[in-house]
């Protein structure tokens, strides 16, 4: 299946700085990513999802200036938390679907741990 | 609205025993339905989908699932666990029509087979 690549695994930070983390499509194209955040012991959250570029599409109570995205390529999108706080802290996960169609299904990268202390 | 639901949080099993992952789901018009796996502080990983035809629809590592339009149900299950099978299962459904929309999950599953 298609590759999804993400980076950092995990990130340690301490409250007020920011962290980027990137998504890259290693094998096919992705006009589409989505972002999503798992909480422990919880399902997946979309937070937004991100548009080869254009502007992202945010959940409904996802603040959009905490959490900054780019698409800048079809093969990357970057999810950026701003003034991190320790409630930022969780489990991030992109996602990508190869073509335009509905119907296959999403890979995922292997997911981003955020502390922030 | 889309929307998945697994009634169970977890489910145990012994090795060797059939498996059931329970899931319905409710969208506009036709669905697209998924199984997932998630191994801990990993990504996702694809298991099986229903898109058209075949109600029983087989994936990796042994899973299937068989799709139930009257019930809006996708149980996943394997005919005899393995203990590499423990993990949280995710289902999820995008609905068949209108534009590219985001897959929808469930609260998962997880499953726990004992030896």
């Known amino acids: 299946g298609a590759v999804v690549s993400q980076h950092p695994s995990w990130v340690i930070c301490k409250s007020g700085t920011s962290v980027k983390i990137e998504c890259r499509s290693l094998d096919f194209q992705a006009t589409t990513m989505f972002w999503y955040r798992q909480f422990p012991k919880q399902s997946l959250m979309l937070m937004a999802t991100s548009n080869e570029g254009s502007k992202a599409t945010y959940e409904q109570g996802v603040e959009k200036d905490k959490f900054l995205i780019n698409h800048a390529s079809l093969t990357l999108s970057t999810l950026t938390v701003t003034s991190a706080h320790p409630e930022d802290s969780s489990f991030y996960i992109c996602?990508?679907?190869?073509?335009?169609?509905?119907?296959?299904?999403?890979?995922f990268g292997e997911g981003s741990r955020l502390t922030v202390l | 609205a889309q929307s998945v639901a697994q009634p169970e949080d977890q489910v145990n099993v012994a090795e060797g025993n059939p498996l059931t992952v329970k899931c319905t789901y409710s969208v506009s018009g036709n669905p697209y339905l998924f199984w997932y796996v998630q191994y801990p502080n990993r990504g996702l990983q694809f298991l099986l989908k229903y898109i058209t035809g075949d109600n029983l629809v087989k994936g990796s590592y042994g899973f299937e699932a068989e799709f139930n339009k009257s019930q809006t149900s996708f149980h996943l299950k394997k005919p005899s666990a393995l203990v590499s099978d423990s993990a949280l299962y995710f289902c999820?459904?995008?609905?068949?029509?209108?534009?590219?929309?985001?897959?929808?999950f469930g609260k998962g599953t997880r499953l726990s087979v004992i030896a």
């Open positions: 996602s990508a679907r190869p073509g335009t169609g509905k119907a296959g299904e999403l890979f």
């Open positions: 999820a459904v995008r609905s068949a029509e209108g534009g590219n929309t985001p897959l929808v």
